[in-house]
DNA sequence: GTGAAAGCGCTAACAC
DNA sequence: GTGTTAGCGCTTTCAC
């Protein structure tokens, strides 16, 4: 296996054309549409391009041409590497690459570094649509995504009312979530969210940023726990709301640890994700606080590692979310004009995080 | 945030000069060259753009011009969707991308379905170049991309003399790995290899078979593992070789057991792979056979799941492998024509699934 | 079955 | 600081 030549590309299809005398179409003909030419010819173009070492039409010119790309961009919030580090991300990646497949589509990811306002990756990515992944709503990236005129669909947020869209009720699964807690007897909870807004936030997030949070889903959640509670009568104002930038499990540990230093009494800690609820699980351990006895710990998404400590979570369908957004894309085609919505279902998984608090004598003196 | 309009393309860049009664140059400068302009014009135009919809320069037709695509082409062995099954593969891409997006560019993963011959994805992709991980040496996508007159990388495998590559030093590093199994005494081994050819097999690998393996990595392994057992008087045919198809826990777990049926006297399985020896450890374990006391597993590549178990492996920068190649292709200017090879460090891992083999005699009455 | 003509939308010399 | 010219390499009616 031979690399034709490592110089300046050798030949073109019009210089094709020329050294076989025929015209750039029959040439065009052989590569695209062979039963517009006689089997002989057709040889004879393609035995005498690799002669010249003519590596076949130059996707980009077809692409201007034909106004098909054969990819779709991915935009998502976070350094692409990041993409990688988060399980729940890689499974949608996975699905969203799955939808492709199927569809003969690359999957081109966009270098969109939120700490930079440069949009020009977006400007210069050749794709016949876009993918967003969980941005936030006032993201600049994505204003330049809406700019560009092809399909897009958005996963999880912003939700955009004339934008297809694929996602869960994040309300309706928390909800659940919470009323368990509140059956288990809970009362006094904190809470730990992933950022609310694209600069960075270390610390308590009072109620009017939790409402004013440019993530459409954290608002989602948090407004839900707070309707949840408030049905029990507990004022949402007293409920101690942690937020961490990054999203580890590092976040989630010193996220924890703040929470229970402000407020010692709570009996549960709610995580508006599975690695924050990680990161809470070890830091309170560390803690030499048991779970669930001592404290109940709680997390968002079902990735590997949550089901295999038995975290009680909400499992959502991250494969499915990558490859419903993958196709309601590419199935643009049949887009009737009005914006297609899709929500996946969610599932409570009750692990073994989650107990009833015990009374303030049984902390103090035991069971 | 409006969509400009969703149907057909409205205006290009040449409409916009007309309606601003200038000439193409100028905005076209208007975008790439601010500073040809005066800033008033500039503004003239751009606002002019926002009010007719115009999107900015076509990414497309800016390639075909400056024959600069913005984008690197990733050529997996596998479905796409199985690069993120593996943790490995995820590492891989995670370098990769970050290599990417410290030079602006994209990363475009193509699909090329290992059961196909089709490669049309290959030459409809508009990229800079390619980085080809982990292929075949006879793969007709990775032919097909060396006919593209654009650089490649290639990690792992197959090993070109044309072609810049990264790797590791695979003989050496699984011959550490034997050694220290030699040492603590393992005579009779067994060992689980990935697939050697792109065909299916699943079952044992003749010597013939593991010397005209088409993965060079594979194939460089099992050379040096033979190696090394013979300098201590080991008779390589003698040893039971289970080639799997599928890079899968499950494919591990029934080759282990294929193994020891084969063989029961072996005290050592040697796999290729941490998700293969993880398989097996599994599967020796559900047999009641305890690690490392009854048998001995060893693994490759230092996975985090891995790690975590306490797996003797080799531990392979998998990121860093990810990065040098990202890195080597998008400085592919200062190729100086001779290709280049990158080697990266490994590191032996001594876990806790690899002990001293049990007498024939103790494994019967016990220590 | 084959060819001629007409661009796809843009950028880069170079001249003004 | 701005415009003119000349393609980048290809596909696609539409005649022949």
């Given amino acids: 296996m031979v690399r034709s030549t490592n110089s300046r590309r050798p030949a073109t299809l019009a210089s094709l054309a020329a050294e076989l005398g025929v015209s750039r179409t029959t040439v065009s003909n052989a590569y695209n549409r062979p039963d517009q030419l006689s089997p002989e010819l057709r040889k004879r173009v393609l035995d005498t391009a690799r002669r010249l070492g003519y590596p076949g039409p130059d996707p980009v010119a077809r692409s201007l041409r034909t106004r098909k790309a054969g990819a779709v961009g991915l935009l998502l919030t976070e350094n692409l590497s990041y993409a990688f580090r988060d399980p729940a991300a890689v499974g949608f990646l996975e699905g969203l690459a799955l939808a492709c497949e199927d569809a003969d589509h690359g999957l081109l990811l966009i270098p969109a570094n939120p700490e930079h306002e440069d949009v020009a990756a977006v400007h210069s990515a050749g794709v016949d649509g876009f993918v967003v992944y969980s941005v936030p709503d006032d993201d600049p990236h ?10 897009t669909v958005i996963c999880d947020q912003p939700s ?3 934008i297809d869209r694929v996602g869960i009720d994040d309300g309706a699964a ?3 979530l919470a009323r368990h807690l509140i ?3 809970h009362r006094k909870i904190g809470v730990v969210c992933m950022r609310l807004a694209r600069l960075r936030n270390d610390g308590p997030a009072s109620p009017e940023r939790q409402s004013r949070a440019n993530f459409h889903v954290q608002r989602a959640r948090l407004t839900a726990l707070s309707e949840a ?5 507990v004022d949402w104002e007293q409920v101690p709301v942690i937020e961490r930038f990054d999203h580890t499990t590092e976040s989630g540990g010193s996220a924890a ?3 229970m230093e402000l407020d010692p009494e709570i009996t549960a800690i709610i995580c508006t994700s599975d690695i924050l609820a990680l990161g809470a699980l070890s830091e309170v351990r560390r803690q030499g606080r048991r779970v669930p006895q001592d404290i109940t710990i709680t997390g968002f998404d079902g990735i590997d590692d949550a089901e295999r400590v038995g975290l009680t979570t909400v499992r959502q369908p991250v494969l499915e979310k990558g490859r419903a957004a993958g196709r309601l894309l590419l199935d643009s085609a049949e887009s009737s004009g009005k914006p297609r919505e899709v929500l ?3 599932q409570l998984v009750t692990g073994s995080t989650a107990g009833s608090p015990r009374s303030v004598e049984e902390r103090w003196f035991g069971p």
């Fill in 229 to 233: 509670f408030a049905e029990i009568g």
């Fill in 183 to 185: 059956e288990l007897g």
């Fill in 344 to 346: 996946l279902e969610t």
């Fill in 174 to 176: 928390i909800k659940e």
């Fill in 257 to 259: 640890a703040q929470l």
């Fill in 142 to 151: 994505l204003a330049a995504v809406m700019e560009r005129p092809v399909p």
């Fill in 160 to 162: 955009l009312p004339e």
